[in-house]
């Protein structure tokens, strides 16, 4: 009886591998495209539950997709880029960009626009008391600040 089933699962396996070769192993940008397709059907008729079968399909498919992903040129040039941006440097453009603010919105916490450009191209660093004020003003812990 197990060998039935070890068989019928071993085939069964094969069968569906052999139909979603190309969303496993992306390696084309139709391939992808058609694999982000696939998740999304997947998502609209999974239900929102833990023991859903379907999430299996969907993390596998998805690890397929960040694999391809994080192998294009581009990204990983981003990658790289953002991995070599000090915290407090991203904390500030964030703040930014959240907040609809340009260099001289932190003249109360910073000063001039000039330390806020030289902070954000990275030749000068926020100090203590910076990094107090815009913790104050944003209520956000100073610990948002450091790597």
């Avoid at 999974?46 to 994080?70: F, G, M, Q, R, V």
Wanted: without cysteine; hydrophobic residues 40%; glycine residues 4%.
């Amino acid at each position: 009886m197990l060998a039935i089933k070890q068989e019928a699962l071993t085939n069964s396996f094969l069968g569906f591998a052999d139909n979603a070769s190309n969303i496993l192993h992306i390696k084309s940008e139709t391939a992808y495209e058609e694999a982000l397709e696939i998740i999304e059907h997947l998502f609209d008729k999974a239900n929102d539950t833990a023991d859903e079968p379907l999430n299996d399909l969907i993390d596998i498919i998805s690890k397929s997709i960040e694999k391809y992903e994080s192998s294009l040129e581009g990204i990983v040039i981003f990658d790289n880029e953002a991995n070599n941006i000090k915290q407090e440097i991203s904390a500030l453009r964030v703040l930014m960009e959240q907040h609809n603010l340009t260099i001289s919105g932190f003249q109360d916490e910073i000063g001039s626009k000039s330390l806020v450009s030289m902070i954000l191209n990275g030749k000068r660093n926020l100090t203590k008391e910076h990094i107090t004020k815009l913790s104050k003003r944003f209520s956000l812990s100073p610990a948002v600040f450091f790597n």
